[in-house]
């Protein structure tokens, strides 16, 4: 129903950025919000941030808080995840996500159960 991919992973230098994008298709105007996950190899994957077009609101973890940032289209279900002052614990293969609207009040964005599409990743490697 919605396919969500993602570009601009690489291979960078520690201090360096790069800017992911995650586009959708399909039945687009049926997502609420669109998020960023983040997963190395033999831990979960978490959240890194999230941008929601009901209520216009960005979420992001602590980790990356102030260095990265979310942003998104308003005419389409598209985000971007601008990285700056990349570490090396950030390398991980990054997931675009995409979930539609609940029908709850309260809605943790940080939580997979959260999202209902995802995207194939795009790996990003940062060397020091």
């Known amino acids: 129903q919605v396919t969500l991919v993602e570009s601009g992973g690489g291979l960078v230098q520690a201090g360096d950025s790069l800017r992911l994008s995650c586009s959708a298709s399909g039945r687009i105007f049926s997502i609420d919000h669109m998020g960023w996950f983040r997963q190395t190899p033999g831990k979960e994957r978490e959240f890194v941030a999230s941008?929601?077009?009901?209520?216009?609101?960005?979420y992001y973890s602590d980790s990356v808080k102030g260095r990265f940032t979310i942003s998104r289209d308003n005419t389409q279900r598209t985000v971007y995840l601008q990285m700056d002052s990349l570490k090396r614990e950030d390398t991980a293969v990054y997931y675009c996500?995409?979930?539609?609207?609940?029908?709850?009040?309260?809605?943790?964005?940080?939580?997979?159960?959260?999202?209902?599409?995802w995207g194939q990743g795009t790996q990003v490697t940062v060397s020091s």
């Open positions: 996500a995409a979930g539609e609207k609940r029908s709850y009040y309260s809605v943790a964005y940080y939580y997979r159960s959260e999202y209902d599409y």
């Open positions: 941008a929601v077009w009901s209520d216009g609101k960005t």
